[in-house]
Nanobody
């Protein structure tokens, strides 16, 4: 069992930045590929970014590529999402998720992930 706790959300103006963190506990963090998802009001939860267990491989949704950076510190059991040039359409609840895997790949599909955090809210004002 893995417990995930996100933090760092808040209210920011268009063009601003936020850094989200996700602290994992319970199992060996480096056994898991990690991802960030978000859910806007009235919409389905969508993939934002993912990172393989080693950190060597990353993938991004087209809508955030070039603005967001996912990273991880396996020594600190922590996942990050640096969000720059924020837009109102980035508003939503952001969730981190973990998938146990032997492969150094980035899972994309929501169903691939085994564990989820409770989410942290991000609001970007125009």
């Amino acid at each position: 069992q893995v417990q995930l706790v996100e933090s760092g959300g808040g209210l920011v103006q268009t063009g601003g930045s936020l850094r989200l963190s996700c602290v994992a506990s319970g199992r060996t963090f480096s056994d898991y590929a990690m991802g960030w998802f978000r859910q806007a009001p009235g919409k389905e939860r969508e993939f934002v970014a993912g990172i393989s267990w080693s950190g060597d491989n990353t993938r991004y949704a087209y809508s955030v590529k070039g603005r967001f950076t996912i990273s991880r510190d396996n020594a600190k059991n922590t996942l990050y999402l640096q969000m720059n040039s924020l837009k109102p359409e980035d508003t939503g609840v952001y969730y981190c998720a973990a998938e146990y895997t032997d492969y150094d790949v980035v899972p994309i599909g929501r169903s691939r992930y085994d564990y989820w955090g409770q989410g942290t809210a991000v609001t970007v004002s125009s």
